[in-house]
């Protein structure tokens, strides 16, 4: 097992990290910009080194920096968390090279998946099921428009460096084909440096469901069930749960399965989710592997009851897995609650939080690195807490996340909890009928609104 894991990240999920790093008796190194002194992640591990200025990109995302603080340390492994350098297949290179082990796939398996294109390939041969579409790079406008009255109207281009949206442009006929056409491939030049573009048939309204799976180094690959992320807002996850309200034993089998033959595909170690879209008819296809842990992972822990941080660095130690997949039995949700004003279009809002209380009691949990008196800084992601809940069924879950909202108290900056407590008295949230466009149509009240 590890001795010492440099965690290269911030915020909640570096904090998150060296809770179990604790539990498993393996020491932790901070890294920290100079706009983070103050929080816990840097208050909590063994060591922790000051690797910059506020800007991400001379601390966070600066390889050498934080190479320099692994060799200064002695730590023999990086913990990556999400976001920042975790899907850098150039500096899980750089680790493996330095002798110290990268806790996720090889960079080999983060190019793979990290090129959308070739990650479809991949998941053709391995015969998951996929979106109709190009094969491979589209090469002009003639033949894509040629493409498209094969494919059917609407269709979708989409950046093969992308990931999130950017460089996504959906086209409904003919007379608009070769202006969205210019303008995806701008912004994936702008975004990427790579203007590469395919085409896929246009799934309206459609459901992300992912599944979680693991998979240790001796090419043994299990699934953790889903988690329905469905609720979003221009591509910001705000809600996730599992199970997905729309799954059903049939599906999940499939999909299971799938996810598995993914994983299998690329002999993938390490934790992973595989992300589908899943249209009305239940048909499903495989959207995107991400090779991180995610941020929503925390649902999954709470149906399964197992830390997947610690399975995590346990497959990146060599040790193989029992084996089983995992069948949910009780209900999870997550609300993100980020530091953004849900009634001025979510604009960031950082600043000193004055008062903060957490929500308790049975079944509630808070994953956060801040604190009353603690100043959100205006850098970085928005997001300070998690709010996880469990019951036993998805009815129970959503009550308890209305207690736990009302005891949650953040003074001094405005946050998401209004959003959450309006979103968990919607209608069709608690019937289970809801999809990717949700939000586009759900409106907010403000209470201090003039008539
Ligand atoms: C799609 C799609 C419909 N049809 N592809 C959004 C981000 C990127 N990961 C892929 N995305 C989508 N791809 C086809 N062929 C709709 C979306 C999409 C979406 C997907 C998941 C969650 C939220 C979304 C919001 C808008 C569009």
């Not at 996730?240 to 999909?255: A, I, N």
């Amino acid at each position: 097992m590890f001795k010492k894991i440099l965690i290269a990240n911030r915020g909640e999920i570096a904090l998150r990290v060296i809770r179990t790093c604790k539990e498993m008796g393996i020491k932790t190194v901070a890294v920290y910009s100079s706009a983070d002194a103050d929080s816990l992640h840097v208050r909590f591990a063994d060591e922790a080194v000051k690797i910059g200025p506020p800007s991400s990109l001379e601390s966070y995302l600066s390889i050498p920096k934080i190479m320099a603080a692994v060799e200064i340390t002695n730590a023999d492994a990086i913990h990556p968390g999400y976001g920042f350098l975790s899907e850098n297949a150039d500096f899980a290179e750089v680790t493996e090279e330095y002798g110290v082990k990268f806790i996720g796939p090889s960079a080999k398996m983060i190019r793979q998946m990290g090129d959308k294109i070739t990650a479809k390939e991949t998941m053709i041969k391995a015969k998951v099921p996929v979106i109709p579409g190009s094969d491979g790079l589209l090469k002009d406008v003639k033949s894509g428009i040629a493409l498209a009255k094969e494919i059917g109207y609407p269709v979708i281009l989409k950046a093969t460096a992308g990931g999130g949206g950017k460089g996504m442009r959906v086209v409904w006929s003919d007379d608009e084909f070769e202006e969205q056409w210019d303008s995806a491939r701008q912004e994936a030049k702008a975004s990427f440096t790579n203007d590469g573009i395919y085409m896929e048939k246009f799934i309206e309204e459609p459901r992300h469901i992912e599944f979680q799976i693991i998979g240790d180094q001796f090419g043994k690959v299990v699934h953790l069930s889903e988690r329905d992320c469905s609720i979003q807002r221009r591509h910001q996850k705000l809600v996730e749960e599992c199970p997905s309200p729309f799954m059903t034993k049939k599906l999940r089998k499939e999909m299971g399965e799938a996810a598995i033959k993914a994983g299998e595909a690329i002999n993938y170690e390490g934790v992973g989710t595989v992300e589908f879209l899943v249209d009305k008819h239940k048909n499903f296809y495989f959207m995107e592997m991400n090779t991180r842990i995610q941020v929503e992972h925390p649902v999954t822990e709470e149906v399964i009851d197992h830390d997947l941080i610690k399975e995590q660095i346990k497959v990146a130690a060599g040790e193989p897995l029992s084996g089983k997949n995992y069948i949910p039995t009780l209900h999870a949700i997550e609300c993100r609650i980020n530091a953004e004003d849900p009634f001025n279009d979510f604009r960031p809002n950082p600043g000193n939080i004055s008062s903060f209380h957490s929500p308790k009691g049975h079944g509630v949990r808070v994953d956060t690195h801040v604190y009353a008196g603690y100043t959100v800084p205006p850098y970085y992601d928005s997001m300070i807490a998690k709010l996880i809940c469990k019951a036993q069924t998805r009815e129970e879950c959503i009550l308890k996340m209305r207690r736990a909202l009302d005891e949650f108290i953040v003074e001094g900056i405005k946050t998401t909890i209004p959003f959450h407590k309006a979103l968990m008295r919607d209608e069709k949230f608690l019937a289970g009928k809801f999809d990717t466009s949700f939000l586009d149509t759900f409106e907010l009240k403000d209470p201090n609104a003039e008539a």
